[in-house]
């Protein structure tokens, strides 16, 4: 149910057409809510027909016309309702973790190597975040919207900072088992 959440969250951030909240979600809710450009379209039509979104009147024919959608009264009751209720943290499932597991039973051959790339790509990613951080989130900018907006980021970073962490250490691990 989270998708439809997610979707009226950046509708009330912004009035938007599918292809905007797509290209949003490339570049801020999606680095912990992914969603695809056909995921997101069938949303929208769900939520308008449930009455809690609608499309913006246009002054052109909407005949070729891209669509651009707002939120109504109801959709960011359903957002209030959702963002107040309780909810359990979802069990950790990662297929590394698990094929690490494995590895210990069938041998570790080409796991250090996916190690490696892994700890590369969360490299990757803290830095991306640490430079969002530095452009949008500098010291003093303390409006209650952008303190959480920040807080949501440095989760990542947290995030990230812990894979950076666990891979080295992982890796200096292999470093000291014996040849396979």
């Known amino acids: ?4 959440h997610a979707i009226l969250t950046a509708l009330l951030e912004k009035p938007s057409s599918g292809l ?12 912990f809510w992914s969603a695809t450009h ?3 379209y069938r949303e929208l039509g769900k939520l308008e027909a ?15 016309q891209k669509k651009s959608y707002e939120v109504l009264p109801a959709g960011r ?9 309780s909810q359990d943290p979802k069990p950790l499932r990662d297929t590394l973790l698990l094929r690490l597991r494995a590895a210990a039973v069938v041998g570790t051959e080409g796991i250090e190597a ?12 803290l830095a ?43 890796l200096e691990e292999f470093s000291e088992l014996p040849p396979a």
């Open 77 to 85: 009751a359903e957002l209030a309702r959702w963002t107040g209720e």
């Open 128 to 170: 991306e975040y640490q430079e969002i951080e530095r452009r949008d989130f500098p010291p003093g900018k303390g409006e209650p919207e952008d303190r959480l907006r920040h807080l949501v980021l440095r989760a990542g970073i947290d995030l990230e900072t812990f894979w950076t962490g666990w891979l080295t250490h992982a």
């Open 20 to 31: 905007e909240l797509t290209r949003r979600f490339d570049k801020s809710i999606g680095y």
């Open 50 to 64: 449930d009455g809690l979104i609608r499309t913006l009147p246009s002054e052109q024919p909407a005949r070729g």
């Open 1 to 4: 149910m989270s998708l439809p």
């Open 114 to 125: 996916d190690l490696r790339r892994h700890l590369d790509l969360h490299r990757r990613q």
């Open 38 to 40: 056909q995921q997101i």
